[in-house]
T-cell receptor, first 112, second 113 residues
């Protein structure tokens, strides 16, 4: 099965700090890399996504960095807030095949 | 965007019984997906449901255990059959926006006792 490896499993960051979550993939056919945010009792919601034609994408406090040669991508949350406390999943898919392969998830806790 | 409603939101079921989960979308979509999220785990795709054709199951999932219906472009059901405690999970319905963005329902939390 095509895999997406995610780390760390859990992360505690002080309010105002930078949260960094990393993912690595194996299948070079993947060409769409979204990040999902999931709060308890809710379904995952798309946070930000990137395609391999760019190395970085920023939306507000959230930035994806993408390294095609290393087959890695990461999520950076700047100025982390308690409301960012959630589980984050990276994912990957192939255009034309809309099935998502998810990473194992990172439980992020932002402490005051 | 798409708004997805799942029913029930949670249920506690006896082993050996079956539960049917409903997924209703507020717009017509070609493909609907069913995922399983075991406690504290990631999401695993069970099957892809297209209207008018048999669902396509991923490795490790079979139709006899997880029969799926897709009677029209806005609705689908997933049945978890002959349940055992190992089936205790969150089951999520998802649709694709047509631009690769996937939307998820709030999930059905199933506990099998």
């Amino acid at each position: 099965q095509q895999q997406v490896k995610q780390s760390p499993q859990s992360l505690i960051v002080q309010k105002g700090g930078i949260s960094i979550i990393n993912c690595a993939y194996e299948n070079t056919a993947f060409d769409y890399f979204p990040w999902y945010q999931q709060f308890p009792g809710k379904g995952p919601a798309l946070l930000i996504a990137i395609r391999p034609d760019v190395s970085e994408k920023k939306e507000g406090r959230f930035t994806i960095s993408f390294n095609k040669s290393a087959k890695q991508f990461s999520l950076h949350i700047m100025d982390s807030q308690p409301g960012d406390s959630a589980t984050y999943f990276c994912a990957a898919s192939i255009s034309g095949n809309e099935k998502l392969t998810f990473g194992t998830g990172t439980r992020l806790t932002i402490i005051p | 965007s798409a708004v997805i409603s799942q029913k029930p939101s949670r249920d506690i079921c006896q082993r050996g019984t079956s539960l049917t989960i409903q997924c209703q979308v507020d717009s017509q979509v070609t493909m609907m997906f069913w995922y399983r999220q075991q406690p504290g785990q990631s999401l695993t795709l069970i099957a892809t449901a297209n209207q008018g054709s048999e669902a396509t199951y991923e490795s490790g999932f079979v139709i006899d255990k997880f029969p799926i219906s897709r009677p029209n472009l806005t609705f689908s059901t997933l049945t978890v059959s002959n349940m055992s405690p190992e089936d205790s999970s969150i089951y999520l319905c998802s649709v694709d926006s047509g631009q690769t963005e996937a939307f998820f329902g709030q999930g059905t939390r199933l506990t099998v006792v």
